[in-house]
């Protein structure tokens, strides 16, 4: 065989010459093709159909794997569909970026029915860059209505970054109808828990402050621009922008190997990055970012409000050990945020990107999605990364995939954070103790400010407080109802419209129409339509649904009835529900009424059914009524009359609280101050509207600290938590003994990880306090102390547990003054003058009248109560002082602290016994769920009841009811034990066991019906106090 001749140098050279110059030409036509077109080859991407387009989104289907369009397989028979959902700023093909990195082609090939929602690019579409958040949920809400129609079959939710936000939020709005289960990679939900090194409470006020900072460009924005990220990219990683364009050019002759980056090559030049429209950048950033809303609950979708907490469905997370944009702490809060929900969680070795597009993504992140599904629809095993933690990470594939990605969550991160971003270096100088600082000056100096400014002239009222929010905020939300949301807007136009059929009706400036309504936003609406006609607002308490269901207690009807006949009205307002009640108390009324019939407002359907006597202002149409030359709005001053309070007993008169601008201003702004309300907080408002801590505090602080206000029909301990988790709650005012029955409540998963920051109202006992705290975590407590009629506010800001606290600014001058009760007078000194108490003595507390009080200069009872009085002959000169009748004593601080109600002492052997010390001590005692104490005179007992004690001297015997759970079966040994510790005339000598004792609409035991009731020698649950045996004994056994 002849041998091969050996190749010639030359020919070797030209050889490479031929070579070099073939790949020479490859790299010229690659370069042309390049420029005359943009890009080398067909576009790629997985095939589908878009089958269904709306102005805010397109519905992709995507095709089986088998085929070049939607798989032909009956929908039934198909498996569980899947609706992958995008973040914004990034295009739909995040999930189809390129062959190799396909989340639609690792499903799709795993024989799952992918759908996809996709918002295209804003920016390129009619009215794309107005789009707000809601429309991108609703997008969702829609696809998934579509879906189910579809296929028959509930969908399986997959979102990455804000994507799995919009999931969680649709979710939500739909209560999870129609959901099979939901997927989110890196989607944040405490967003103030994703500050390195900062606890969630000082990350929320830095992002509040950063976003003050920001506040101006923000509104003026009309879209961020999806350029801005792909620039950003090439700026913050040159390093990676020029090895990229290196390896590009190397590669500039190898057609096969540019086709297969070309998608990925497109995606980061700028193809896979949109606008985000400004409103829905607003709202992220005031609702997710700083109100924190995902994780506090109450965001509002269409108007509807929605928690997390309703979520019910099997949840899957996964969050990357390198991600910097959604820690995995932020992601995980999942947990907390959605306890009525299974929750799985899975942690990838990746960053934000690498979680779903990178090898990670393709051998981690999909395949267990898949398994994930399959699993959930009952055709697969669990997942295998749900029983091991080892994702099977291969550091240096990984890192070089997501390292293409990384520097663009960089930027996304400074743009949607600048919020968060330019908190970083106020972390370094701030502290907690500054951010409190810092909320003094800015929400409580203001206030206090405008408090102490206040004369009779000044105009302030309500409906003034309203028109201004509607001005600077229109499209703020103002109040919650049954899960529906109501802007500042729609609360001031509903307020013009009562308005022009209250003068439709007749009524005038000056004039007093009752209000008989339940608790509802017509309720505010009406309050604040008489106070912007200059009207005075007459409120009643209604029956109670259940009495007016049943048609029984007439005897309440019967005393609402003689209310409304002793109070000079010139109309009567009901809603539906009370319309019935408000035409028998009305009928036949004579002068000045103005109107026979009951005037009816609110609560629904126009044909609705109301009763004979009615007459239905629903069906004005405000725009056809003239307004007359002397309506000003909001005309009504400090000194004017607001309101006027009507407090009904069925044995007693009925009494009236008129409550002035300046006193509705005093409750409203002290109530926002010292609780530093703000557009971030969401007053849950479970008190009567009839009663003042709910109109006068509740409302009243909501409204002026800009902050959100949820109505409840009523105060419910079984639901209380998870309305709070509703309507994304931070703020509660109680009153009286409320919050006894939420420590005395069941445990439930709602009342975990709450949005609740504080506690505030009237009435709490030290050890409740600090029971409230030990169940539900480290809540803020503020005591007030507000008298009805005297502008009279203090307030216990420092914390101290059981103190009443100090006056705030705008309170009129206090002074505790000692008092005779033997002779019903102040004890005075040589001159007359009562005399002032001492630092820590008991005695009554009275207020200066001062001018924007309307009866500053007269005398006479007070409407609060027959103890309650108005009195000049105080210290002498022309001044009129308010009598509250509540004993209460002073410290060395300068706090005061509450003694006892002067109508509740106890007459005793040795002098006055308070009855609220023996309520205190009794509470000690477990098992009591409520505690009264009062005095019976011995004159009014039976004589066998007396041979049974032995306290003598005494005019009043100390007793108590206390309420149990089981009277017949109460063990009072313990009870014993601790009255024994008590001074003998505090012991009470008889103790009645009961299920129920009634209250006031302040949450405060009536004591009343008990004095009045007495006792009974046949009553098994009577305990009598044994003085010899130290103990209580059944009076049958005694």
Not at 130 to 155: C, F, K, N, Q, W
Not at 564 to 580: F, G, H, K, W
Not at 722 to 735: H, K, L
Not at 878 to 893: K, L, M, Q, S, Y
């Amino acid at each position: 065989m002849a041998k091969a001749k050996a190749r010639s140098p030359f020919g070797r050279v030209r050889s490479r010459v031929r070579s070099s110059v073939r790949r020479l030409q490859a790299s010229a036509s690659n370069a042309k093709e390049l420029v005359e077109f943009g890009r080398l080859g067909d576009p790629w991407g997985s095939p589908y159909e878009v089958v269904h387009e709306s102005r805010h989104y397109r519905l992709r289907r995507y095709a089986s794997p088998d085929s070049s369009a939607p798989s032909s397989t009956p929908d039934h028979a198909r498996p569980g569909a899947v609706l992958l959902v995008p973040p914004l700023m990034v295009t739909s093909e995040v999930y189809d970026v390129s062959p190799d990195t396909s989340a639609v082609g690792a499903l799709t090939d795993a024989g799952l029915d992918v759908w996809l929602v996709d918002y295209g690019a804003p920016e390129r579409e009619a009215g794309g860059l107005e789009r707000t958040l809601d429309d991108h949920v609703l997008a969702i809400d829609d696809s998934i209505a579509r879906i189910v129609s579809s296929t028959g079959r509930p969908v399986h939710l997959v979102g990455y970054s804000q994507g799995g936000m919009f999931c969680y939020q649709a979710a939500a709005y739909r209560r999870c109808e129609g959901i099979a289960s939901l997927v989110t990679f890196g989607s944040p939900v405490d967003i103030h828990s994703n500050l390195p090194a900062v606890d969630a409470e000082l990350g929320g006020r830095l992002i509040g402050a950063a976003r003050r900072a920001v506040a101006k460009p923000l509104a003026q924005l009309d879209g961020l621009p999806g350029v801005l990220t792909s620039t950003g990219f090439k700026v913050l990683s040159l390093r990676k922008e020029l090895q990229q364009i290196s390896e590009f050019l190397a590669k500039l002759h190898d057609r096969d190997a540019l086709i297969k980056r070309e998608s990925r090559r497109r995606f980061l030049g700028g193809e896979g990055f949109v606008a985000w429209p400004g409103p829905a950048l607003r709202t992220f950033v005031d609702e997710f970012i700083v109100a924190n809303r995902m994780s506090a609950g109450g965001f509002v979708i269409a108007g509807r409000t929605a928690s997390l907490a309703e979520l019910d469905v099997p949840i899957l997370c996964f969050y990357g050990e390198r991600d910097e944009l959604a820690r995995a702490a932020s992601v995980r809060a999942i947990v907390d945020a959605a306890p009525a929900a299974e929750v799985d969680q899975i942690a990838l070795p990746a960053g934000h990107f690498g979680l779903v597009v990178g090898s990670t993504a393709m051998r981690s992140s999909w395949p267990t999605v898949a398994e994930w599904v399959m699993w959930r629809d009952c055709a697969g095993p669990r997942p295998g990364l749900l029983e091991d933690d080892s994702s099977g990470y291969d550091e240096i594939e990984a890192f070089e995939v997501e390292a293409e990605f990384e520097p663009i969550i960089g930027v996304m991160g400074d743009v949607v954070g600048s919020v968060v971003g330019a908190v970083k270096d106020a972390v370094e100088l701030g502290s907690r103790e500054l951010g409190d600082t810092l909320d003094d000056m800015r929400y409580q100096l203001p206030r206090l400010r405008t408090l102490e400014r206040l004369d009779g002239q000044t105009r302030v009222n309500l409906g003034l407080e309203l028109s201004d929010r509607a001005a600077r905020h229109p499209d703020r939300t103002f109040f919650l109802w049954q899960g529906r949301a109501f802007s500042y807007a729609e609360a001031d136009r509903r307020v013009d419209a009562i308005v022009r059929g209250l003068i439709d009706r007749g009524v005038e400036l000056g004039m007093r129409v009752g209000v008989l309504m339940d608790g509802r936003p017509t309720y505010l609406s009406v309050v604040a339509a008489l106070n912007r006609l200059g009207a005075v607002a007459v409120l009643f308490k209604p029956r109670t649904a259940d009495a007016r269901g049943r048609g029984d207690g007439p005897s309440r009807l019967e005393t609402l009835s003689a209310a409304i006949a002793a109070t000079e009205l010139v109309a009567l307002i009901a809603d539906p529900p009370n319309a019935a009640d408000a035409v028998s108390c009305w009928r036949g009324r004579p002068p000045p009424v103005m109107h026979e019939q009951v005037l009816v407002l609110g609560g629904g359907h126009p044909r609705r059914s109301l009763p004979e006597g009615t007459f239905d202002m629903e069906t004005i149409a405000p725009e056809l009524v003239e307004l007359p030359d002397w309506y000003v709005p909001n005309p009504g001053r400090a000194a004017d009359i607001a309101m006027t309070i009507v407090t009904t007993r069925p044995w007693a008169a009925p009494r009236e609280a008129n409550i002035s601008n300046g006193r509705w201003a005093v409750s409203a702004y002290g109530a926002a101050a010292t609780c530093l309300l703000s557009s971030r907080d969401t007053v849950y408002c479970v008190l009567p509207l009839h009663h003042p801590a709910g109109m006068l505090v509740a409302v009243g602080g909501a409204l002026v600290g800009r902050a959100r206000l949820a109505l409840a029909r009523d105060f419910d301990a079984e639901r209380f938590w998870s309305e709070v988790r509703r309507y994304g709650a931070t703020v509660v005012f109680y009153a009286g003994e409320m919050c006894r029955a939420l420590v005395q409540a069941p445990r439930s998963a709602s009342e975990g990880n709450h949005s609740l920051r504080m506690l505030a109202g009237s009435g709490m006992r030290a050890p409740l306090w600090r029971e409230l705290v030990e169940r539900f975590g480290p809540i803020e407590l503020r005591e007030f102390y507000a008298s009805t009629e005297g502008n009279l506010v203090l307030a216990n800001i420092t914390g101290k547990r059981g103190a009443l606290g100090r006056p705030l600014p705008g309170s009129n001058e206090l002074a505790v003054v000692a008092y005779d009760f033997e002779a019903g007078d102040f004890v005075r000194d040589a001159s007359g003058h009562a005399r002032r108490c001492r630092v820590d003595e008991a005695g009554l507390l009275i207020a200066k009248v001062g001018p924007t009080h309307p009866r500053h200069g007269h005398e006479g009872e007070a409407g609060t109560d027959a103890v309650a009085s108005f009195r000049r002959d105080v210290f002498g000169g022309p001044h009129t002082w308010f009598v509250t009748g509540d004993i209460v004593r002073r410290d060395a601080e300068g706090d005061f602290w509450y003694v006892d109600r002067t109508s509740h002492l106890i007459r005793g052997p040795h002098g006055w016994v308070a009855s609220r010390q023996i309520e205190d001590a009794l509470y000690e005692v477990p098992g009591l769920e409520l505690v009264v104490v009062y005095g019976l005179a011995r004159a009014r007992l039976d004589p066998a009841l007396l041979a049974r004690v032995s306290a003598q001297g005494s005019a009043e015997l100390v007793v108590a009811t206390v309420v149990v759970s089981e009277p017949a079966r109460f063990d009072a040994d313990p009870l014993a034990a601790r009255v024994a510790k008590l001074r003998p005339e505090q012991r009470p000598s008889f103790v009645r066991l009961r299920t129920t004792v009634a209250l006031t609409d302040g949450f405060r035991p009536l004591k009343t019906p008990l004095v009045s009731a007495g006792l009974d020698l046949d009553d098994p649950a009577l305990l009598v106090w044994d003085p010899e045996q130290a103990r209580y004994r059944r009076l049958g056994s005694a």
